[in-house]
């Protein structure tokens, strides 16, 4: 097994300045985190906002530099902050955002959207970028024929795939995925984390998939990592978390996580009629 | 007994290329007492069906029912003044982006106790001890601080609470709440329902909770309405629907909770609905 990315003890910490009134404080938003993925695996980071999970996820895609720790990219060290990043290694992670309404820039057609990456990092020709771009579109479940329209044209939906397709563009080993399915209805949820799975399958992709939502970190997770203030509380198989959760945070949000449960349904259904009853 | 009666309620949006039709043809009926979830998503016309209800849609929209009652009274032949005395009072509505649904120019205090002066025609001095009150019962910590704090000084789970204040402020009979915790932690939203769910009990006042969230549906309808492109697709008891969903749509919305996938796919709504427009 290969370990695409690899952290050690990661940590992001922010200065706030200070005004007359007060004074300047460090926030420290990551405070220690090591965590390996496997080629063709998927880490799931779970937190509610405010945990530090979205600032991890910047720096495991190479976009903010950690303050602290190590992290490495298929063995190698790279540290942003202190040099400059070569193409190869930009190329191998990247990532796509949670909301589709903002990630795509509403003045560029699909197509240059997709070829933008092989043009900026690579030396592909141009008929050859355009090949590539309408092949990542069929693969993502697009038609060929969207090559030349607007991102306002798209749903949601399609324009996750777009966003999708646009990180694979440059054959990346690993894909940041920050809440790709929050802003989606649950319809279209199903089909992209469907699309993801067929995805990570075909190009033996590792995944580090933030998330709030555990039913959706229960599907699709190997690994499992919550975060809490900056900490990892908990951290292991989905198989693990899932059955035993070790953490009073892990617990809580299990139990804050409305089920669908018929027979925790057919309970609550029967306190309330009891509760009426009672009042009339 | 109902409350709220609406029969072959229609809404038509005059566009740019014509008229667009969000609600077809749609019955809502909630009784005294009672928790009905109108469940769908995006472009079902949930919201705009209960946007109608309180009138506050726009001059673009065209509302058409063959009936319209609260309480006995008919809302579509109500003057203008009269339909405010019972919208905002005897109907309240919470909505989904609690910080933005406050004015963010003055505190929390203000405007709650604006409703309390003009909806409840409540002096100055009354409507300041009843505010205080009222951010009690709805469990806002420090509240006396809180009346003086401006809607950015708080967390989104303290707006909505702030929010869900106001809207009981008057003692209404329904309260309609969109999407209410959306927007929210899931640790939040699990204190939000539950202090919905206590309200709704101690006051006896009906609800209509608007969500996308099967979940959510789970944990707090009596009955549950299915909308789908502007159409009820089925209406059942929570139990019954959980149970034995009858409507192709409804079943696919189950299997596609990621907490019911059997096997590596998530079924999606096309798998289940080859003609998406069927009517029951």
């Keep these: 097994m290969t370990v695409v990315v690899e952290g050690r003890a990661i940590t992001r910490d922010y200065l706030v300045p200070g005004s007359l009134t007060r004074k300047a404080k460090t926030v420290h938003a990551v405070k220690g985190i090591s965590f390996a993925v496997e080629r063709g695996k998927t880490l799931a980071i779970v937190g509610e906002s405010g945990s530090g999970k979205s600032t991890l996820a910047r720096i495991i895609a190479l976009i903010d530099p950690a303050s602290g720790g190590e992290l490495r990219i298929e063995g190698q060290p790279v540290d942003i902050a202190s040099q400059r990043l070569t193409r190869e290694m930009r190329s ?48 993502v479940g697009l038609p060929v024929e969207v090559f030349n ?63 709030h939502d555990l039913s959706v970190v229960r599907y699709i997770a190997d690994d499992v990592l919550v975060m809490n203030k900056g900490e990892a509380v908990e951290q292991g198989t989905r198989e693990a978390v899932f059955a035993a959760p070790s953490h009073p945070y892990t617990r809580e949000l299990f139990a804050a996580t409305p089920i669908t449960d018929v027979e925790a349904i057919r309970a609550r259904v029967a306190r309330r009629q009891a509760l009426r009853a009672a009042t009339i | 007994m109902s409350i709220l009666n609406i029969r072959n309620l229609t809404v038509r949006f005059a566009t740019s290329t014509g008229s667009f039709t969000a609600v077809d043809g749609i019955d809502v009926r909630v009784d005294k007492g009672e928790v009905l ?35 006995g009274q008919n809302l579509l032949a109500m003057s203008p003044r009269d339909r405010r005395r019972i919208i905002g009072r005897e109907i309240t509505m919470i909505f989904q982006e609690p910080i933005a649904s406050l004015n963010p120019s003055f505190t929390a205090g203000y405007q709650i106790e604006e409703v309390l002066r003009y909806n409840a025609g409540m002096s100055k001095r009354d409507a300041r001890a009843r505010a205080l009150e009222l951010f009690k019962q709805v469990g806002i910590p420090e509240p006396e601080e809180k009346l003086k704090s401006y809607p950015h000084q708080m967390s989104g789970g303290q707006c909505q609470r702030v929010m869900i204040a106001m809207a009981i402020a008057t003692g209404p009979r329904l309260l309609i709440a969109d999407e209410p915790t959306t927007a929210l932690d899931v640790t939040i939203q699990k204190q939000i329902l539950d202090l919905l769910m206590k309200l709704q009990e101690q006051t006896g006042m009906a609800l209509i909770l608007i969500t ?30 959980f149970e034995a969903p009858k409507h192709p749509y409804t079943r696919a919305l189950l299997s596609a909770l990621p907490e019911n996938a059997t096997g590596d796919r998530l079924p999606t709504v096309s798998s289940f609905m080859v003609e998406p427009e069927v009517k029951v």
């Design chain 1, 92 to 139: 191998k992670v990247q990532m796509v955002f949670q909301n589709p309404y903002g990630s795509l820039n509403p003045r560029q057609k699909i197509g240059d959207v997709l070829m933008e990456p092989l043009l900026l990092n690579t030396d592909t020709p141009a008929a050859e970028r355009r090949r590539r771009a309408e092949e990542m579109l069929v693969k």
């Design chain 1, 149 to 211: 329209r607007y991102p306002h044209m798209f749903s949601g939906g399609q324009r996750q795939r777009i966003a999708i397709a646009r990180a694979l563009m440059l054959k990346p080993t690993l894909l940041v995925l920050d809440e790709p399915v929050s802003a989606l209805d649950l319809s279209v949820q199903a089909q992209v984390l469907n699309l993801l799975a067929d995805l990570q399958a075909e190009f033996n992709l590792a995944y580090v998939f933030i998330s």
């Design chain 2, 37 to 71: 979830a109108i469940v769908g998503e995006s472009g079902s016309g949930k919201s705009v069906s209960m946007l109608a209800a309180m009138g506050l849609l726009p001059d673009t929209a065209t509302v058409t029912a063959d009936e319209m009652t609260f309480d």
């Design chain 2, 212 to 241: 996308h969230d099967m979940g959510v549906v789970a944990e707090t309808a009596d009955r549950v309405q299915v909308q789908y492109k502007g159409k009820k697709m089925e209406e059942a008891d929570v139990l019954s629907l």
